[in-house]
């Protein structure tokens, strides 16, 4: 083992390699005890060295060495030769007549350069490439949903078209079978009339040949046959068979069946437009008194509240159904009932301000688009809980296991898995499995978990590690345990959740600390949302109404 670098021994000089270190040469770079310091002086007297103790080595500035002169440092630069120089480079010829600047300064305007450069990589060119490559792959996602769409169409266009036929085919064929039912009963009456003279052709047959054997003349001259009736032969009946002239398939199927029109790629170099270094927003004081406003909602029992805008909320409750509120003037604009029936889990609202709701029976992730509802995402074994769209336009479904015995996090791109959060660096699950569970993420791309069953606030960063479990903070309004559900964030990145058994919404800041109760009044808060003015709506359980409240300046 290296006794200078031993991790049982303190740092040695490098000359004896036996006494501790306590001064340094920033000329060579060497470690030295006070006995070899004269030593490593006289070792190379044509070099300047630069002793000083050990604790304020690297105080001075290294100067680069001369290409041309040996041993010689370089504290100018030349502007014209793009070099530095030395004091000799200065007194020969070579830079007579040059722009000469001190290197320190050509060293202070390069860090300056740097620090732009790297300020402008990490703000503004690195973000832009990532929405770039979002916006790639949600074009992808696109892509395949449009094309998925487009297939069905012409499979359900084609399924149409077979109903079509088969009923053509179907009034077809009965006429046809009407046609020979007609005339099978023509032709069978006809040969009933054929058959009856023949009967009568019969008997006068029998009638003649007992007259020719009788003895008795005078029953043979009374012996008349019909025999001038049956010379005349009955009319011929032909039938007439109708004929089925098939309508051309060929090219005109395609006319009438369909056509695609043609696909392309643009290139637009202009297309994508470099992010800008964002500002931190305005730091916003917190009110000592909040103002607020009350809406009601009409719901047996209300969960949840999600901002549409500083205008619109849509709220759910226990019935089944999803309202969208006017939020000045208090009145239902439209109602959704979800496609189970069933409440929904959480709503949430998308980037492209669309509602997205958990539907647990289903096990789905719902999207609700003109009053219409598609199907995002289908989980199997899991059942999705709280759910939230972040700011990179992805989904983050919280959800438990079918057999309630796991709980982990999954980030959605489109219907496409990205990320799963689930265990800590010890293989320990960061969630309980309780059922009562709401997500979002802070402004600093943190993702926080309001874990009911774990009587918590879970927060992990973006790439799943945790940074704090907030448990709550005494003394409690209510002197109760702390019992959070609905979570939201602002522009502050303050986190806020609502603590049903005391009856508030606590406040803390995006490192855990507690700052504040919001303590106004509130009956059972559950749901939470924020608007685009840090305004915060709670949803009521226990009056089933929505409290908008004015908490920061």
Known sequence: MDPRSSAQDVMRCDLCETAVVQMHCDTCLVNLCT?????????????NHKVVTFQTRNSMPLYPGCVTHNKERCKMYC???????????????EHLGHKLSEILQILNEKRDKIIQE??????????????????????????????????????????????????????????????????????QKHLDEINKVMSDIKNDVNSLEDAFACKDISKVYSVKSDIEKYRTLPPKTEPSFPKFTPGRIEEDLSKLFGALSSSFLTSDKHGYIMRTIQKSPPVKQLLDEPET?????????????????????WTSGGDGTMKLYSINHGSLLKSVTTKSGYTPSNIAITKSWDLVYTD???????????EKIEEMIRIQNWNPL???????????????????KQTKVVRYSGSTEKQTIQFDDKV????????????????????????????????????????????GHTP?????????????????????????????????????????YINCGLSYPWGLCTDTNDNLFVAQMGNKQVKKIKYLQ
């Open 35 to 47: 006995a070899c310091v004269g030593k490593h002086m006289i070792s190379d007297q044509s070099i």
């Open 360 to 370: 647990d029976y289903y096990k789905t992730v719902n999207i609700v688009k003109n």
């Open 428 to 471: 320990k699950h960061f969630y309980s499995n309780s059922h009562d569970k709401y997500i979002t993420e802070n402004k600093n791309l943190d993702i926080c978990v309001s874990d009911n069953g774990a009587g918590a606030v879970v927060v992990v960063n973006q790439a799943g590690k945790l940074r704090f479990r907030y448990t």
């Open 476 to 516: 409690a309004p209510k002197n109760k345990p702390f019992n959070p559900q609905g979570i939201t964030t602002d522009s502050q990145s303050h986190i806020l959740t609502a603590d049903v058994n005391n009856h508030c919404v606590h406040i803390i800041d995006q490192d855990g600390q507690f700052l504040r």
């Open 118 to 187: 790297q300020t402008e990589l990490n703000d503004m060119i690195y973000p832009t490439y990532q929405d770039t490559a979002s916006d790639v792959q949600n074009r992808m996602s696109q892509l395949e949903k449009e094309y998925g769409d487009l297939s069905t169409d012409i499979t359900k266009h084609g399924e149409d078209w077979h109903r079509e036929i088969d009923k053509l085919v179907k009034k077809l064929k009965a006429e046809v079978n009407e046609m020979k039912n007609t005339q099978l009963q023509t032709l």
């Open 293 to 313: 406003i009350t809406i009601d909602t009409g719901y047996g029992y209300l969960y949840d509240v999600a901002c549409l805008s500083d205008k619109k909320i």
């Open 79 to 93: 502007k014209q030769c793009d070099i530095p120089v030395c004091t000799k480079c200065i007194a020969s010829d």
């Open 386 to 404: 709280g759910v939230c769209s972040t700011s990179s336009g992805d989904l983050l479904v919280i959800m438990v296991s079918d057999d309630n």
